[in-house]
């Protein structure tokens, strides 16, 4: 007979955002659901629960970020690494059974079940939590349909993305994970549609101070990254615009060195909008993994990407040798939180949206631009000197190797060495085994 089940393996530390204190909660394996969502603190459960699987290896514990960083590569890093699925990422070369590839897909599906779950259930939760608990499902789901339509699918800006395929879109808790849904792919607009959907209404319902779970700057955040990736620069500097307030009325703000935000002890700085956490006694940094001498170290940085700062620039002290070989000194705390939006990248979206839109929500474009750039210890532009290309060498100096370079390339057009931002070895390909199993999935181009 088939049971249907919630895998809700949680973690001693719950992934979230902004507290360093941990939640008190004994894990759980995985349960028959018709016992599982009965009350309130069932489904709260729950919910931490999905928290875990966001945090996974080839989600959010980092590699769907790194991977693209490898994708995107040509000389300012170079790659010694064994595993051969990460070196057909940085051969742009992907193989339709890439297992990290498989994962990525696998997490996501997993995450977003759980979610499901998690809102098919909302009619037991009390009163005074049901807004928190929907906000917090909702920002889970829509980050993740955004994160797996920009990899499996084509950018927005690719052709038509009314008509371009993406990934199917689940809304309803299926049988058992482990089973194919049969659904076939959405468009790459109503995926965006989705998660746009799902994070508008994640950020009406959530509350302004959340302990270290999602919250309205988190929200808003995410929001503002999608958009900008769609080239709505209005809805971009909007949200972008919230999310700072967000976070400024409960305390946030950069850290007063760039090192800082990159620290050597667990927990979450004040920049920090959404992070994974990690202790030593749970959690994944795949950033740690790869791009520290201290991990495996099978990512280093070359002259090629130093030499884009200036000599004064203080983000260069983040770049250290050992060995013989130059480092990103970002990741070296291995129970380090992995940073997924940080308030600096709020600052860069609403300066390039309101420079594109010739506006000034919030702020000027020159205000938000020298707001980073003090903090790199480096001369302010003036209104009348700075350029769009100024903006984007901020940005791409201020969140180099966070995993934003590849889809950067894309929505700017941007080619990859000899590579067309649009090639098709820079979308991932559907997973053999999911094809095998799913007849109304189809394929993406060049696989």
Not at 154 to 175: E, F, S
């Given at each position: 007979?088939?049971?249907?089940?919630?895998?809700?393996l949680?973690?001693?530390?719950?992934?979230?955002?902004?507290?360093?204190?941990?939640?008190?909660?004994?894990?759980?394996?995985?349960?028959d659901?018709?016992?599982?969502?009965?009350?309130?603190?069932?489904?709260?459960v729950?919910?931490?629960?999905?928290?875990?699987?966001?945090?996974?290896?080839d989600?959010?514990?980092?590699?769907?970020?790194?991977?693209?960083?490898?994708l995107?590569?040509t000389?300012?890093?170079?790659?010694?690494?064994?595993?051969?699925?990460?070196?057909q990422?940085?051969?742009?070369?992907?193989?339709?059974?890439?297992?990290?590839v498989?994962?990525?897909?696998?997490?996501?599906?997993?995450?977003i079940?759980?979610?499901?779950?998690?809102?098919?259930?909302?009619?037991?939760?009390?009163?005074?939590k049901?807004?928190?608990?929907?906000?917090?499902?909702?920002?889970i789901?829509g980050?993740?349909?955004?994160?797996?339509v920009?990899?499996?699918g084509k950018?927005w800006?690719d052709?038509?993305p009314?008509?371009?395929a993406g990934?199917?879109?689940a809304?309803?808790?299926?049988?058992?994970?482990?089973?194919a849904?049969?659904?076939?792919?959405?468009t790459?607009?109503?995926?965006?549609?989705?998660?746009?959907?799902?994070?508008?209404?994640?950020?009406?319902?959530?509350?302004?101070?959340?302990?270290?779970f999602?919250?309205?700057?988190?929200?808003?955040?995410?929001?503002?990254?999608?958009?900008?990736?769609?080239?709505?620069?209005?809805?971009a500097?909007?949200?972008?615009d919230?999310?700072?307030?967000?976070?400024?009325?409960?305390?946030?703000?950069?850290m007063?060195?760039?090192?800082?935000a990159?620290?050597?002890?667990?927990?979450?700085?004040?920049?920090?909008?959404?992070a994974?956490?990690?202790?030593s006694?749970?959690?994944?940094?795949?950033?740690?993994?790869?791009?520290s001498?201290?991990?495996?170290?099978?990512?280093?940085?070359?002259?090629e990407?130093?030499?884009?700062?200036e000599?004064?620039?203080?983000?260069?002290?983040i770049?250290y040798?050992?060995?013989?070989?130059?480092?990103?000194?970002?990741f070296?705390?291995?129970?380090?939180?992995?940073?997924?939006?940080?308030?600096?990248?709020?600052y860069?979206i609403r300066?390039?949206?309101?420079?594109?839109?010739?506006?000034?929500v919030?702020?000027?474009?020159?205000?938000?631009i020298?707001v980073?750039?003090?903090?790199?210890?480096?001369?302010?532009?003036?209104?009348?000197d700075?350029?769009?290309?100024?903006?984007?060498?901020?940005?791409?100096?201020?969140?180099?190797?966070?995993g934003?370079?590849?889809?950067?390339?894309?929505?700017?057009?941007?080619?990859?060495?000899?590579?067309?931002w649009?090639a098709p070895?820079?979308?991932?390909?559907?997973?053999?085994?999911?094809?095998?199993?799913n007849?109304?999935?189809?394929?993406?181009?060049?696989?």
């Amino acid at each position: 007979m088939k049971r249907t089940f919630l895998n809700i393996l949680l973690l001693t530390a719950v992934f979230a955002v902004s507290c360093d204190k941990q939640l008190d909660t004994t894990p759980t394996q995985s349960i028959d659901k018709k016992d599982a969502l009965k009350t309130s603190k069932d489904v709260e459960v729950a919910l931490v629960g999905a928290y875990s699987d966001l945090g996974s290896a080839d989600l959010y514990g980092g590699r769907i970020f790194i991977d693209a960083d490898l994708l995107f590569s040509t000389t300012e890093i170079s790659w010694t690494g064994t595993y051969e699925q990460m070196t057909q990422m940085k051969n742009k070369a992907i193989l339709v059974d890439n297992s990290f590839v498989a994962s990525a897909w696998l997490d996501g599906y997993r995450t977003i079940n759980d979610i499901n779950n998690v809102l098919g259930a909302l009619a037991v939760v009390t009163d005074d939590k049901k807004n928190k608990v929907e906000g917090e499902a909702k920002f889970i789901r829509g980050s993740v349909y955004f994160d797996l339509v920009r990899v499996f699918g084509k950018a927005w800006n690719d052709g038509d993305p009314n008509t371009n395929a993406g990934v199917p879109i689940a809304l309803t808790a299926t049988v058992d994970i482990t089973e194919a849904s049969q659904l076939p792919r959405s468009t790459v607009a109503q995926v965006y549609a989705q998660a746009i959907s799902d994070l508008t209404e994640a950020e009406a319902k959530l509350p302004e101070e959340n302990g270290f779970f999602a919250d309205k700057a988190a929200a808003a955040g995410m929001l503002a990254r999608i958009y900008l990736q769609k080239a709505d620069y209005a809805n971009a500097a909007s949200a972008a615009d919230r999310a700072i307030a967000y976070a400024e009325n409960i305390g946030k703000g950069l850290m007063d060195n760039y090192t800082d935000a990159f620290p050597l002890e667990e927990g979450n700085t004040s920049e920090d909008i959404f992070a994974i956490q990690v202790t030593s006694s749970s959690g994944y940094n795949g950033f740690q993994d790869f791009y520290s001498a201290d991990g495996r170290g099978d990512i280093q940085i070359e002259d090629e990407h130093l030499d884009l700062y200036e000599p004064a620039d203080e983000r260069l002290n983040i770049f250290y040798n050992s060995g013989g070989s130059t480092y990103c000194g970002k990741f070296d705390n291995i129970y380090g939180n992995v940073h997924i939006i940080r308030m600096a990248e709020l600052y860069l979206i609403r300066a390039e949206a309101n420079f594109r839109a010739e506006s000034a929500v919030g702020a000027e474009p020159v205000d938000d631009i020298n707001v980073i750039r003090n903090r790199a210890g480096l001369e302010p532009y003036s209104s009348e000197d700075i350029t769009l290309d100024d903006i984007l060498l901020e940005r791409k100096l201020e969140l180099s190797f966070e995993g934003g370079s590849l889809h950067d390339a894309k929505r700017l057009e941007t080619n990859i060495a000899l590579i067309t931002w649009n090639a098709p070895e820079l979308v991932y390909p559907i997973p053999q085994r999911e094809l095998r199993v799913n007849a109304n999935l189809t394929q993406n181009d060049g696989y």
